[in-house]
């Protein structure tokens, strides 16, 4: 038989531990806070051996130990430290631990360091799982938080990658709304008013996605009035000459510009996909002699 490694000695020590009956002068809060060490000195022994799902399982054993002793800060970091083994090849499995690290740090106030949980939620999602869906409900939720905790930047950034996603899923009211909020919240800043500009585009493609050329004219005279050095951007530019393109139903016109624009701006895969899904539109609807 082979001999136990270092690790599962930890852990059975840590099991018995944890239900033994306490004694006489032992409180069970003293029971779990050992037991809890012992799951956690387990778990870090499974991570030399590079077992991430018996060390996610240990951190989870461990938080509940916490848990039942009434030690909610440490029993949110045995849950992240959980998650942190877990998204090593068991995405499912991080995101449940993440949701209960959330628990107990929005129980405690803190959530900063919620959104920070919330916003690996949505990158596993994305990432891992590819369920638009989720990934943008937990940018959203996370944007919530940091924005309430004075967190613009990062807020701003959560709310992005939401609208992106919220385009993805063709909710492109949604997705302009967000890019909207983020421009406000961006022209405020000298640092941050260079990239206003980005979001409108994208904000103006979303327009142009729905099919409705006159409510991106509505917005492009909107953008020009909160900032008057918009217009004479080659972004602003560039809008302007697809609405002519969508409205006069000119694939030509519509596919000169995006290749003169992508020449000096190389084009990302969101923008990319944004202008063929509004080309497309246009291939479906001739223009009317």
Known sequence: MPAKSQAQVLLEKADKKANSPGGWFASSTTKFEEAGDLYQQAANSFKIDKLFKEAGDAHAREAECREKSKESSEAANAWWNAAKAYKRGYPDLAVQALTQTIVHLTQGGRFRQAADREKEIGQIYL????????????????????????????????????????????EYQQAIARYELVADHSLGS???????????????????????PIAAKRNMAKYTSQDTTFASTREAKFIN????????????????AVVEF??????????????????RGIQDEPALL
């Open 127 to 170: 990432q891992e799982s590819n369920d638009l869906r989720k990934a943008c409900d937990s940018f959203e939720r996370a944007g919530d938080w940091y924005a309430q905790e004075d967190a613009t930047a990062t807020a701003n950034a959560c709310y992005k990658d939401a609208a992106d996603l919220h385009a993805d899923l063709n």
């Open 190 to 212: 000298a640092l941050t008013k260079y990239s206003v500009k980005e979001y409108w585009l994208r904000a103006g493609l979303c327009a142009l996605a729905m099919g409705d």
């Open 241 to 256: 000459i697809l609405i002519e393109a969508v409205e006069a139903g000119d694939q030509e016109m519509f596919t000169g």
């Open 262 to 279: 992508d020449q000096v701006t190389k084009l990302d895969n969101w923008k990319t996909g944004m202008l063929l899904k509004i080309k």
